[in-house]
């Protein structure tokens, strides 16, 4: 079959090209090693990866801006990605409603195969170029929203056709790559490329390149909430108290953040129905539960903005 011979000599060129599916002769020698200097050459391979990240620092602050800006309008973030890359998406969705106290629709994870790929592999998955677009559709993606495309290689069919689909409608569109003049960066509003070179383990971009974009996804949401007035002082106030742990938390950063007794922040809590951020409110300023709830909304949620205003 001369076609499909053809179509595997292109890859095999392309991927030739790609410094994530290079190998280096200097680590042919791995298995010979004992395991202490494995764990010292590896996590040396690693220490690199921040530095490649803040490498694309302008790029990385105006994706958060970008994000910031459209979820103030009521858009989403919504991360597309398969395999590894997919995970990580689905993995930052999921824990921004905990975190941050944010709707499960605010941030999304897509994953090329669907919910079964987020534990099993599903074959072919990514390279079907039209599935994340279908995907996005079914979504109702609207020009308010941000479409952010995960991929190490660059080149994942599911994420670039994703991330055309996006800007066809408006949307905010970013790239997270780990090689340089990627295809999925040439499609994208913002191309976010950290080039984290030959992995420790050829071809395993699990390794630095998920490093890497677990880094920069961290940055994402991390960031945008805090612009959005999701924390105090460097401390979450907008978390939900879903659990014991969480509920000890929500007391210590209440007596954290205002000097409370225990049984003062227990009670403030109780008074503001588990809302951290209005128990904070009431008890730095002396305002009642109603009053400062009309307060925190006419601040957008900041809550520096409604202390100042009520003191």
């Not at 620092?57 to 958060?64: D, L, M, P, Q, S």
């Not at 002082?233 to 939900?240: A, T």
């Not at 002396?286 to 809550?303: E, I, K, P, T």
């Amino acid at each position: 079959m001369p076609n499909e011979h053809a179509r595997l000599t292109t890859l095999l060129d392309v991927l030739s090209t790609l410094g994530t599916e290079a190998s280096t002769t200097e680590r042919g020698d791995l298995d010979l090693l004992d395991t202490i200097e494995l764990v010292d050459r590896m996590n040396a391979e690693d220490r690199r990866v921040p530095d490649a990240v803040a490498e694309r620092r302008g790029e990385i602050a105006a994706a958060v801006d970008g994000i910031t800006a459209r979820f103030r309008e009521g858009g989403r973030l919504i991360y597309i990605g398969a395999g590894t890359a997919g995970r990580i998406g689905v993995l930052d969705a999921s824990e921004c409603p905990p975190t941050f106290g944010t709707d499960p629709s605010m941030v999304v994870g897509l994953i090329a195969g669907g919910e079964t790929a987020i534990r099993s592999a599903v074959e072919n998955a990514e390279d079907d170029a039209e599935a994340a677009g279908l995907s996005l559709r079914e979504l109702g993606l609207t020009e308010r929203d941000t479409v952010v495309g995960i991929s190490a290689s660059g080149r994942t069919p599911y994420v670039v056709g994703g991330l055309e689909f996006a800007r066809g409608v408006g949307a905010l569109s970013v790239a997270i790559a780990s090689n340089a003049a990627s295809d999925i960066g040439a499609v994208a509003d913002i191309a976010i490329e950290v080039v984290t070179g030959p992995e420790f383990v050829s071809g395993s971009t699990r390794l630095k390149s998920g490093t890497a974009q677990k880094l920069v996804v961290n940055m994402l949401t991390t960031l945008s909430m805090i612009k959005l007035g999701k924390t105090h002082r460097g401390v979450m106030v907008d978390l939900l108290a879903t659990n014991e742990k969480l509920h000890a938390r929500s007391i210590r950063t209440v007596t954290e953040l205002t000097g409370a007794t225990v049984d003062e922040a227990a009670a403030a809590l109780a008074s503001a129905d588990g809302s951290v951020k209005l128990a904070i409110l009431m008890l730095s300023t002396g305002a009642s539960a109603d009053r400062s709830a009309r307060a925190l909304h006419a601040a957008d949620g900041v809550l520096r903005v409604a202390i100042a205003e009520l003191s």
